[in-house]
């Protein structure tokens, strides 16, 4: 029997006499691992070689941070001196008095920014907490204001002082959206970007991918995916595949990447914290993906249990004064916007009946609240009988999913251009905010053969007002992707607010006055993604 033992262990049999020399003889040894190598980029997939190979440009964190510190030191001391000026400040302390106020304000106003993180990208980077937080500062500055007058006696009344730091404010949040929309326009063409790799290669990262480039005003460019090439190629990212996780910390040194997106539930528990610790003494940013899609990032809060990060979502907390405070705000501002453009309104319908004549209005069929239909008021921009040429032109349709788009649209009329390139065709639509149709702020109501092709989660959208302007018109108008259309819309239906509705008319603002300053200059390549159905 030992014999017949010693030869089945020799031959790798498992037998009981063999377990039974294990125990008497002791534990089996453990192999010794082979010594590890130093990733080369030659060791590669080609994908990952044409990367590492590829050199890596200077980080612009530091050259942008400074450009938001000029821009609001600029701001400050614009508004600061113009409203000391204008209530005659500096006539009644003179000039070297009144400068040495403003600059010592300035720096209080900078360092009172600061102090919210808003030279940080994180907080810059989300529009809404960027307003609260600029509010926030001002409020800073104000009681700094008051109390530097009752200190040091610089005979500032304290209306004055409110009345300067309110012009602060406006011309804070004004500098910032030029800041932006020039960071913006800079990093749809490839500059001021961050090299990042996404590790893990499942549907998330395949659909966070997606969201990346849908916005390039981000500046994240992902330069390539670690993880294991099964579940990468599965997701049809085989082309962005650079290695598998045993080389992570290598590919990310190689490929000069300045952070990671990390997808927790794609990378092996027994690699992600060493993963993370390694990265971290490389210095490089990491990002943690949640896997949790829709939710406002202002409803997720930090809940360290027995000292593990956990996160908490908060509750919605819309109820029955919201809603009525929106129809309020609706009523109101939609009423003074009627009476203040009146006289553009004259002006319009003057133009559309001096092209072809035509009515000046159209009105069409779209789904609102709760499925409803109701007629959608608009000024008339095509030719009349145009929707019904609507279905020769589906093959050109520019855009993904049901919704039509074509750039060069040859039902617009000369001036039917001029109004969808400025917007001015939307002014009718305050009417239904009147009745009780449409709000100003919602998500753009569809026409009922679009609803008819929406999968059924969209249709989620039907539970709130339909909108003149929304989170995807501010946000992503000009993009053909139907995903992006169904992820903001459906973002905004559960995280809708107040001060979210007044961010978003901030914005359509802004694409407002720079769709109009464009009409000045040349065509631009993408007209009006909000409607092109007339």
């Known amino acids: 029997m030992p014999g017949s033992a010693r030869h089945d262990r020799e031959h790798g049999e498992d037998t009981v006499g063999a377990i ?34 590829a050199p890596a440009r200077p980080s612009p964190r530091r050259d942008l941070k400074n450009l938001l510190i000029a821009t609001d030191a600029t701001a400050l001391s614009l508004a600061l001196a113009s409203a000391l000026a204008a209530q ?30 808003l030279f940080l990208a994180r907080i810059s980077a989300v529009r809404v ?35 300067a ?12 959206s030029a800041y932006r929309r020039w960071l913006g326009a800079a990093r749809a063409r490839g500059q001021h970007c961050r090299r990042m790799i996404v590790m893990g290669g499942d549907a998330e990262a395949k659909r966070l991918i997606e969201v990346f480039e849908t916005h390039p005003d981000l500046g994240i460019r992902i330069v390539g995916v670690v993880g294991d090439e099964a579940d990468v190629r599965r997701e049809d990212l085989g082309e962005l595949w650079l290695g598998d996780f045993d080389a992570a910390e290598e590919i990310v040194e190689r490929a000069g990447a300045s952070g990671v997106v990390l997808l927790p539930t794609a990378i092996p528990p027994a690699r992600l914290n060493p993963l993370v610790r390694a990265l971290q003494l490389q210095r490089v940013h990491i990002h943690l993906a949640t896997g949790v899609s829709g939710i406002d990032g202002r409803r997720i809060r930090s809940l360290p249990l027995a000292y ?11 109820g029955r004064m919201q809603v009525a405070v929106k129809r309020v705000f609706d009523i109101v501002l939609a009423t003074v916007a009627l009476i203040v453009a009146s006289p553009l309104l004259l002006v319009v319908a003057v133009g559309i009946k001096l092209d072809d004549g035509g009515p000046v209005l159209f009105r ?37 999913g049901p919704l039509f788009k074509m750039v060069d649209d040859p039902r617009v009329t000369r001036f039917g251009r001029f109004l969808r390139q400025s917007s001015l065709d939307e002014l009718p639509q305050l009417f239904n905010v009147l009745r009780g149709q449409m709000s100003l702020v919602g ?35 000009d993009n053909p992707s139907f995903e992006a259309y169904r992820r903001l819309d ?11 509705d007044l961010l978003i008319i901030v914005a359509t603002l802004e694409h407002c006055i720079e769709r109009l300053a464009s009409t000045l200059g040349p065509r631009p390549r993408v007209a009006d993604g909000a409607d092109q159905r007339g």
């Open 364 to 400: 069409q069929e779209r789904v609102g609240f709760g499925g409803r239909t109701f007629g959608l008021l608009k000024f008339r921009s095509m030719r009349v009988g145009a929707d019904k040429q609507l279905t020769l032109l589906r093959e050109t349709n520019e855009r993904q």
């Open 490 to 500: 459906l973002f905004y239906v559960e995280n809708w607010s107040t001060t979210l």
């Open 20 to 53: 039974d020399l294990h125990i008497i003889d002791g534990p089996p040894p453990v192999p010794t691992p082979p010594p590890l190598r130093a990733v080369t980029p030659d060791d590669l997939p080609p994908a990952a070689q044409e990367v590492v190979r």
């Open 165 to 176: 730091t309110v012009a602060s404010t406006i011309l804070l949040v004004v500098g910032r």
């Open 308 to 318: 593990e990060p956990l996160l908490y979502v908060e509750p919605l907390s819309l």
């Open 88 to 117: 005659g400040y500096v006539g009644d302390v003179g000039v070297v008095r009144a400068a040495a106020v403003v600059a010592v304000a300035t720096g209080i106003g900078l360092l009172a920014v600061r102090s919210q993180g």
């Open 443 to 477: 998500p753009r109501p569809a026409l009922p053969a679009e609803v008819a092709h929406f999968p059924a989660s969209l249709r989620a959208r039907e539970n709130v007002m339909p909108g003149i302007t929304g989170l995807w018109q501010v946000e992503a108008r």
């Open 129 to 163: 907490v960027e307003m609260t937080r600029i509010t926030r500062a001002m409020v800073i500055l104000t009681a700094a204001g008051l109390a530097a007058d009752r200190l040091l006696r610089l005979d500032l009344p304290p209306g004055d002082i409110v009345v």
